[in-house]
């Protein structure tokens, strides 16, 4: 049996755990409330640009946009979205698995043979990996994969500047033809205890006529009915709005992403704590009981030595 | 009271501006244009530049803005900026060193086969001038 000292040591380790634990928490809870406040104050931006490109739909017939170009699909382009840390319980793991299973599947749809030659006539690769996040970067370089741009997590700063390079890296590689259609895998933020896993493809962008009826769009809250005069044409308003619509598109996935990664640390870190705390209350029981026995112990010691001098 | 109407200025990040306005000039892609209250229903694209502001206390505030979308009907205006930022806000040094090196971008990229490169830079040019602009008062 471990003696005293053992157990008083180990019980003030974990101790020490719960405290950080309990700090982590603190601190993901604390981050996990600013993510929200951040998507709650992109909002009214959000909201008008799809009550835009609402009212832009229906003025506009046989539109045609790069980024609405449906083509033959030889390649994909895959972007992972993970975080930079660990200690999130499974959300990394999560993501990942399906993400790997995802990428697995493409390939195995689009053979490299088959994905053709870009503009400059060199070869494509049928699937292009993209990642965000270093968690996700570490396990495809890991396993062979060829992972074209790694960019780090954006935190819950979520930087927009940031946010547009990540964007416009994935818009490149579908406007330059290296890949015909864009898929990203990323984790819907149901609430703070739950988080959804998800494939979503995302570009080419469903084109806005096709969801949009005229009633619809004379609904939103500026519309009414009024016939909007527009300036420049209202194609040319769409081909200017669309890829700012993309970016906002990035921008709430990322954010997303960002608030499932701290709701997944709450959990994991409370969870953590409350282990930590059943941990110091089993090991106090056996300090309690090893401390008991030795008493017994010495004073049946005591008691013989005693009946020895006597006898 | 008349002549004044609601004006909304957001980015993605956050809503910058929210009041009620006596004026206010855009720099729209085709050309500079004011709105006043009672404007017909419009949606115009906007190139990065200044927005003057002419407050209900007629007060004038300037803001740079990086190229956006205006939207007006019904007296509710807003503006969707890619970013923008307070005259007050502008630091005029960083605005002049920002503009150096967006010229400096911009003369490295003038030859053919760059012209991805060259819009994006003039682009930075063209934000980099509104703000300086905003910034020095002119």
Redesign the interface.
């Given at each position: 049996m471990a003696s005293l000292r053992d157990i008083k040591r180990k019980i003030r380790v974990v101790k020490n755990i719960s405290q950080i634990t309990q700090a982590m928490k603190m601190v993901a809870a604390a981050k996990l409330r600013r993510v929200q406040e951040?998507v709650e104050?992109?909002k009214?931006?959000?909201q008008?640009?799809a009550e835009?490109v609402g009212?832009?739909g229906p003025n506009v017939r046989g539109f045609e946009h790069p980024l609405l170009a449906e083509r033959p699909v030889g390649a994909v382009g895959i972007v992972v979205i993970a975080a930079d840390k660990g200690l999130c319980g499974s959300y990394n793991t999560n993501i990942l698995r399906l993400a790997h299973q995802f990428v697995d599947r493409q390939m195995r749809v689009h053979p490299a043979g088959e994905a053709g030659t870009t503009p400059e006539g060199l070869p494509r690769q049928s699937v292009r990996l993209m990642t965000v996040g270093r968690k996700a970067n570490d396990y495809f370089t890991r396993r062979g994969y060829a992972v074209e741009r790694a960019f780090p997590s954006i935190g819950d700063q979520a930087p927009?500047d940031q946010?547009r390079a990540i964007s416009n890296a994935i818009t490149g590689m579908f406007l330059t033809g290296q890949v015909d259609e864009v898929y990203i895998c990323y984790t819907e933020f149901v609430s703070a205890l739950s988080q959804h896993p998800q494939a979503v493809k995302f570009l080419p962008i469903e084109p806005p006529t096709a969801t949009e009826t005229p009633e619809a769009a004379g609904q939103s809250t500026?519309?009414?009915n009024?016939?909007?005069?527009?300036?420049?044409s209202a194609p040319?308003?769409l081909g200017?709005?669309l890829p700012?619509f993309v970016?906002?598109r990035v921008?709430q996935l990322l954010l997303e992403a960002v608030a499932s990664e701290f709701g997944a640390r709450m959990t994991a870190m409370t969870n953590a704590t409350k282990n930590a705390g059943e941990q110091i209350d089993s090991l106090t029981l056996v300090y309690n009981r090893t401390r008991q026995a030795n008493i017994t112990k010495e004073l049946l010691d005591i008691v013989g030595g005693a009946e020895a001098l006597r006898g | 009271m008349a002549g004044i109407f609601n004006l909304?200025i957001?980015?993605?990040?956050?809503?910058v501006f929210n009041r009620t306005v006596r004026q206010v000039t855009l720099p729209?892609?085709?050309g500079q244009f004011g709105v006043l209250r009672n404007h017909?229903?419009?949606?115009?694209?906007l190139d990065p530049g200044m927005v003057e502001i002419w407050d209900d206390q007629d007060t004038e505030l300037r803001m740079a803005i990086g190229g956006?979308?205006f939207?007006i009907?019904?007296n509710?205006a807003?503006i969707?900026a890619?970013?923008a930022e307070m005259s007050t806000d502008i630091s005029l040094e960083r605005a002049q060193e920002a503009e150096r090196r967006a010229r400096s971008r911009m003369a490295g990229q003038m030859e053919p086969g760059h012209e991805m490169q060259r819009d994006r830079a003039e682009a930075a040019l063209k934000r980099a001038r509104a703000r300086l602009r905003v910034a020095s008062g002119r």
């Open positions: 951040r104050r992109g009214p931006y959000s008008t640009m835009l009212t832009l927009y946010v500026f519309g009414g009024q016939e909007f005069t527009f300036e420049p040319q308003l200017v709005l700012r970016e906002t921008y | 909304q957001v980015t993605p990040e956050r809503e729209g892609m085709q017909a229903p419009l949606v115009a694209a956006g979308f939207q009907s019904n509710q807003m969707l890619d970013s």
